[in-house]
């Protein structure tokens, strides 16, 4: 029975790259959370996803970030023409029911580093 | 607009001592509010959260945290530390509307 499950656990790449980030949710989850977490900073709120629709995207930085939760298959966080402020772990998240007061399930994250 | 303190980013206890992980929380609106617990290497897992029943709020791991409206504190306490409790403590906050905003972790060390 797995939990969350993220992919690669680590990434690196280069400025100007693409980073690809996986997010497979736990068995029936429907509902799907993207955080960033930066050295000595908690966890920022990134996006909130259904399946093919996206809910909250009020923490994404507004260009080169995307996300996605389609019918089939992992949710994506793609990073488009990295710079090294990227840099940091994504967490991904999934939860059963739909609201911000039910229990997050996390995984243990991409660690992704910009050269 | 939520918003979470948590004081003191690095708490050191000795095996045996009482924790206790100090988290204030601004909220125009009730409340829900969290604590998680993260390993090193690990993602993070819920240990307790309070979402408007008893203000005195029984977690995994011998945890437990109190909700106190006039101070707006949720802090988390455990009896006795453990070696293993060594990780890092993020408290959380929720209107139950918005994503849940977290605080910049505490980080337990736990001396034998």
């Known amino acids: 029975n797995a939990g969350v499950m993220q992919n690669p656990r680590h990434l690196v790449r280069r400025r100007g790259q693409e980073a690809r980030l996986r997010c497979s949710p736990m068995k029936g989850h429907s509902h799907v959370y993207w955080y960033r977490q930066l050295p000595e900073e908690g966890l920022k709120f990134m996006v909130y996803?259904?399946?093919?629709?996206?809910?909250?995207e009020s923490g994404m930085p507004k260009e080169r970030f995307s996300a996605e939760f389609p019918k089939e298959g992992p949710s994506i966080l793609r990073i488009q023409q990295v710079v090294r402020g990227d840099s940091a772990a994504y967490f991904c998240?999934?939860?059963?029911?739909?609201?911000?007061?039910?229990?997050?399930?996390f995984g243990s994250g991409t660690q992704l580093s910009v050269l | 607009a939520q918003s979470v303190t948590q004081l003191g980013s690095h708490v050191s206890v000795s095996e045996g001592a009482l924790v206790l992980l100090r988290c204030n929380y601004s909220s125009s609106v009730p409340p829900y509010l969290f604590w998680y617990v993260q390993y090193p290497n690990q993602g993070l897992q819920l240990l307790l959260k309070y979402t408007s029943a008893a203000t005195l709020v029984k977690g995994i791991n011998g945890f437990e945290a109190e909700f106190k409206k006039s101070e707006t504190s949720f802090h988390l306490t455990k009896p006795s530390a453990h070696m293993s409790d060594a990780a890092e403590y993020f408290c959380a906050v929720s209107s139950g509307n918005t994503p849940l905003v977290f605080g910049k972790g505490t980080r337990l060390s736990v001396i034998a």
């Open positions: 998240a999934s939860s059963l029911y739909k609201g911000n007061n039910e229990k997050l399930f």
């Open positions: 996803l259904q399946k093919e629709n996206i809910i909250d």
